[in-house]
């Protein structure tokens, strides 16, 4: 069956059964019907953070298709508790542009899925909606304060660094003019559309540590600079009170369940190739004031999402992660040994082999945190035993376990063997997070260092507008915040097509941007997409609704 078949065939529990174990009166409960409900923040508890346990899920380096770490995410949560312990899983929520361009949904897959599937990977309970309202609603102010005559900021704007957004992958809104049509409808001035996972709202709303941290820090969105080049920021616009108006319910984590019933909150959902990949602070600590277990995930391979994670989020959202699960499958590494895409599914024991030095990197960068992995080598049919043995003699050969993870096929029975080794190595005690770099390191330091210990790369080139950047960001006291690389997800490089383990190589500071509220600096190596667009065939184009509702061919 498709995923949304499996989906649709399971039986939900009513949300107030699933918040009941963890703990959770149905009082504390804001439903969006029988199988969504929000969480008040005022339910964490920061004792019973630092008391639990929580495991990030990444990958290695992926290949278009992505590798599972959602389906195994959500498969470890219920292998877990098939061995007896409290898990709840905690996700970042979809966007539309994936779910109807390329990629598909994020509600994991096969018998390892978040349920109501459709409503999850649609709209959900609006906090996309709301992220985007609260961003537009910023354009408009800037916009109304250009043509006001008598409140007037003199905001340059040829300076506004502010975009617009949209859920929804459309490159004809990149680059676009506003403001034509006369003096009555604004200034004209070049904009263009983000798409809303990009938004630096939705980075802060991942950032914020509770209500008034929310506030605080929308008010610190840089906008541009005056005539006289003097910095904007959303507070000098009075914009940050509307904002938080906006996000009041949005700010609240959102309690679903997995398809045996267990716990899932999601929450949150900024891209791991340009902002920092993982669901908000307050859901992972909602998470882990609620449950034994907490299983995470961030975006991409573990040189994005994970670095991200843990150099960023636990950093700030003072987090100490005690296990982390690398994911790996047998068509990613015969990608990077060579294959080309219509041989994926061929196996190829000398592909895998060749392919195994990027899993080998990954493994090393998670040792760099102080966290020994475990690699879950996610099932495929196309797999052989042959490639499967090689994997887990090369793991071993490198002190870590490697276990095939069958929860797309089986559900929690079918990772029930790698929930017990997760378990193993957290009550070892012998994993001890550290972060990669000082944050109040020097900015070229700190990216040189991500670069060299978690790239490989020999070394950093800036080109005259990184410099510029860079200094502008010094001069506007921005030096102490952390790195948030943006960089493709296709290779350890900033180029896409150096696969596998590449050596030898530089990588390229083409420019900067900053986010003031959500407190980090992105270095962006190439050219990175803000606003995707949709390919030939669009994944939209196979999905129908029937005269009763029920969707078909979303994934």
């Given at each position: 069956m498709t995923d949304i078949e499996i989906a649709q065939g399971n039986e939900m529990e009513h949300i107030k059964n699933i918040a009941s174990k963890l703990n959770?009166?149905?009082?504390?409960?804001?439903?969006?019907?029988?199988?969504?409900a929000k969480l008040p923040i005022s339910l964490i508890n920061e004792d019973e953070v630092a008391?639990?346990?929580?495991?990030?899920?990444?990958?290695l380096t992926p290949t278009p298709a992505g590798e599972g770490k959602t389906t195994v995410s959500i498969g470890l949560t219920e292998g877990l508790n098939k061995i007896g312990k409290q898990a709840t899983v905690v996700l970042r929520e979809p966007s539309l542009g994936p779910v109807f361009g390329i990629k598909g949904g994020a509600a994991g897959g096969g018998y390892s899925q978040v349920v109501p599937m459709e409503d999850i990977n649609l709209h959900f309970t609006g906090d996309f909606s709301a992220i985007e309202?609260?961003?537009?609603?910023l354009s408009a102010l800037i916009d109304n304060n250009i043509q006001s005559r008598t409140r007037s900021l003199g905001i340059d704007p040829r300076t506004i660094a502010w975009k617009r957004v949209m859920d929804m992958n459309d490159r004809a809104l990149r680059d676009i003019t506003i403001?034509?049509?006369?003096?009555?409808?604004?200034?004209?001035?070049?904009?263009?559309?983000?798409?809303?996972?990009?938004?630096?709202v939705m980075a802060i709303l991942c950032m914020s540590k509770d209500?008034?941290?929310?506030?605080?820090?929308l008010g610190s969105i840089y906008v541009g600079l005056t005539m006289d080049r003097k910095p904007i920021y959303a507070r000098d616009l009075n914009a940050e009170n509307a904002m938080a108006i906006l996000l009041k319910d949005a700010i609240n984590p959102n309690l679903v369940q997995t398809l045996e019933g267990n716990p899932a909150i999601i929450h949150g959902g900024p891209f791991a190739n340009i902002a920092q990949g993982t669901n908000t602070i307050l859901a992972t600590k909602m998470g882990l004031s609620l449950s034994e277990y907490v299983v995470t995930e961030a975006g991409f391979g573990a040189d994005l999402g994970a670095e991200k994670f843990l150099d960023i989020k636990c950093v700030s959202g003072g987090l100490k992660p005690k296990a982390v699960v690398l994911v790996a499958t047998i068509r990613a590494l015969r990608h990077h040994g060579g294959a080309a895409k219509d041989q994926y599914n061929e196996a190829n024991v000398s592909r895998v082999e060749t392919g195994f030095s990027n899993l080998e990197k990954h493994i090393e960068n998670m040792k760099k945190f102080g966290l020994n992995p475990v690699v879950a080598i996610n099932?495929?049919?196309?797999?052989?035993?042959?490639?499967?043995?090689?994997?887990?003699?090369?793991?071993?050969?490198?002190?870590?376990?490697?276990?095939?993870?069958?929860?797309?096929?089986?559900?929690?029975?079918?990772?029930?063997?790698?929930?017990?080794?997760?378990?193993?190595?957290?009550?070892?005690?012998?994993?001890?997070?550290?972060?990669?770099?000082?944050?109040?390191?020097?900015?070229?330091?700190?990216?040189?260092?991500?670069?060299?210990?978690?790239?490989?790369?020999?070394?950093?080139?800036?080109?005259?507008?990184?410099?510029l950047d860079l200094k502008k960001?010094?001069?506007?006291?921005?030096?102490?915040?952390?790195?948030?690389?943006?960089?493709?997800?296709?290779?350890?490089?900033?180029?896409?097509?150096?696969?596998?383990?590449?050596?030898?190589?530089?990588?390229?500071?083409?420019?900067?941007?900053f986010a003031a509220g959500a407190e980090f600096l992105i270095p962006i190596l190439g050219n990175m997409m803000r606003m995707p667009g949709l390919p030939a065939v669009p994944a939209s184009e196979g999905m129908s609704i029937d005269n009763n509702g029920k969707i078909s061919g979303l994934s």
């Open positions: 959770i009166q149905e009082d504390n409960l804001e439903m969006y019907g029988k199988y969504k008391k639990n346990n929580l495991i990030l899920v990444t990958a309202k609260a961003n537009n609603l403001g034509l049509g006369g003096t009555a409808n604004g200034i004209p001035r070049q904009d263009g559309f983000n798409i809303t996972p990009a938004s630096e209500f008034n941290d929310l506030k605080e820090r099932a495929f049919p196309a797999d052989s035993a042959e490639e499967v043995q090689l994997i887990q003699e090369k793991c071993e050969a490198l002190g870590v376990k490697a276990i095939v993870s069958e929860g797309f096929a089986k559900g929690g029975e079918g990772t029930k063997e790698l929930a017990t080794e997760v378990v193993k190595v957290i009550e070892s005690g012998q994993n001890n997070f550290k972060q990669l770099y000082d944050w109040n390191a020097p900015v070229k330091e700190k990216i040189e260092t991500i670069a060299r210990e978690i790239y490989g790369a020999v070394g950093v080139d800036y080109s005259k507008k990184a410099l960001i010094e001069n506007l006291g921005f030096s102490e915040f952390p790195i948030c690389m943006a960089k493709t997800q296709k290779s350890f490089s900033d180029n896409d097509k150096l696969l596998a383990r590449p050596e030898g190589f530089r990588v390229t500071v083409r420019e900067f941007e």
